[in-house]
């Protein structure tokens, strides 16, 4: 395709995203949630630790103990382990239970290197894990406050 053709096809494209960005509608909770994780995703990916942690609400505590400032340090000793993080993941439900208490499971793949992450599941080497996320709310934005989280078992795949 040449390079006339190339910027005509994407043009319309362009412009759906410039009318939706146009839009007076105020995004919904469920909808500011999947950008924060998509957000959090990419700053992991960019190994900013403090980035990450700017998302993580101050009275954080995860299902072993873990308060903001030892989430902070595994976060560290991970980066420092792998020099590259790629993630794969998918949000299988959330939950609003309040304007300022939702719930949402996530299954994440993390790999070393996109290449592992576009494998089947059958030849996957990097760790998949399952990921219990509650949010608050106390000023509009939502913040990780607990974590409950495990490797995937074989039973999470059956429908």
């Known amino acids: 395709m040449s390079n006339r053709g190339w910027r005509l096809a994407i043009l319309p494209f362009l412009m759906l995203l410039l009318i939706s960005g146009c839009s007076d509608r105020t995004p919904t909770p469920e909808e500011r949630l999947r950008a924060l994780i998509a957000e959090a995703e990419s700053h992991l990916e960019a190994r900013d630790l403090s980035a990450a942690m700017a998302f993580v609400?101050?009275?954080?505590?995860?299902?072993?103990?873990r308060d903001i400032r030892q989430l902070r340090a595994m976060l560290a000793g991970y980066f420092l382990r792998h020099g590259s993080i790629h993630i794969l993941s998918g949000i299988k439900h959330i939950e609003i239970k309040t304007a300022s208490d939702a719930q949402v499971l996530i299954y994440a793949g993390l790999a070393g290197s996109p290449e592992?992450?576009?494998?089947?599941?059958?030849?996957?080497?990097?760790?998949?894990?399952?990921?219990?996320?509650?949010f608050v709310s106390d000023d509009g934005e939502w913040r990780l406050k607990e974590v409950t989280w495990r490797r995937v078992r074989p039973e999470d795949f059956i429908l």
């Not at 609400?57 to 103990?65: I, K, M, N, Q, T």
């Open 57 to 65: 609400d101050p009275a954080y505590r995860d299902s072993r103990g």
């Open 116 to 134: 592992e992450t576009a494998k089947p599941l059958s030849e996957w080497r990097g760790d998949l894990l399952r990921l219990q996320l509650r």
